[in-house]
């Protein structure tokens, strides 16, 4: 088998190795345990989110001291608010049942709003706008991370299946059927067809898993809309790295890139899931 030919599939057998090496990470953070709590998970988003504005940095070819000091209030904004701000969610009795007050939610608007405030600083000391936006980009949906975790871990186990299936049926539904261009100019490897896959695999994925964790009807129909949402974050960062010039957002992963490359569509995935969970709470 010529050189050219063995490529592909060690390229995909590379991916794949380094996909379950990273999902058993997360899956191994994101369950609770009685003697460290959360903090395995908060310290791996923050890990996570500090990675991810380098290489927003390294992208945008700021000095890498600007990255560094973003580094630091974005790990500190996650961690030392968090602690500030914990237990969000906490778990009470409510008419006789266990559930979640929708009022333990009110303190995570200070947390975006703090979140907010410092990369308004960063943009103005680093006087880059767009680093002020890969903060709030990073920082927000990491921060949102983490509320969910603290009100339900299943739900970021919800999340990351959701997200994940749309990666992979959107992959094997593009490479096998193919077909029309979906964003050419963007991301010139991503069809119609791959769009359509994704969607109803994060469909099927998601209504058997929100059965499964009992999250209610509302999650077993959301597979579907988060999964376009999943893909549109996707397209988002590769029109970034179009316009920059730039083929990945670093070259942490292999196989994969970057971490913001892996992630780009978990982060709106993130956000509209904790907007999905305090409507559900919201309802009578």
Request: hydrophobic share 55%; glycine share 10%; net charge neutral.
């Amino acid at each position: 088998m010529s050189e050219t030919a063995a490529k592909p599939s060690s390229d995909l057998t590379t991916r794949f190795a380094a996909a379950v090496v990273m999902v058993a990470v997360a899956s191994a953070a994101i369950y609770p345990t009685d003697y460290l709590y959360e903090w395995p998970f908060r310290l791996l988003v923050s890990a996570a989110a500090a990675v991810m504005l380098i290489e927003w940095g390294d992208m945008h070819r700021v000095p890498r001291a600007w990255s560094w000091i973003g580094c630091a209030l974005m790990v500190g904004a996650l961690l030392i608010v968090a602690e500030w701000l914990y237990p969000a969610g906490e778990v009470e009795i409510i008419d006789g049942q266990e559930g979640i007050n929708l009022e333990t939610f009110d303190q995570i608007w200070r947390a975006f709003a703090l979140i907010t405030g410092l990369a308004a600083l960063y943009t103005v000391f680093s006087r880059r706008l767009a680093m002020g936006w890969g903060f709030l980009y990073v920082g927000v949906p990491a921060f949102a991370l983490l509320v969910l975790q603290w009100a339900r871990y299943d739900l970021v186990f919800w999340l990351m299946l959701v997200t994940w299936s749309t990666d992979i049926f959107a992959y094997f539904a593009g490479r096998s059927i193919g077909g029309p261009k979906l964003a050419p100019r963007i991301s010139p490897n991503k069809t119609w067809a791959g769009l359509i896959g994704g969607m109803v695999g994060a469909a099927v994925v998601g209504a058997v898993a929100a059965i499964l964790f009992g999250l209610g009807p509302v999650f077993a129909v959301a597979g579907a809309p988060l999964g376009l949402l999943a893909q549109l974050g996707d397209l988002y960062e590769s029109k970034v790295k179009r316009r920059l010039g730039v083929k990945d957002s670093g070259s942490l992963l292999p196989g994969h890139g970057g971490v913001l490359d892996r992630v780009d569509g978990l982060l709106p995935v993130t956000l509209a899931t904790l907007g999905l969970l305090l409507l559900v709470l919201a309802m009578p």
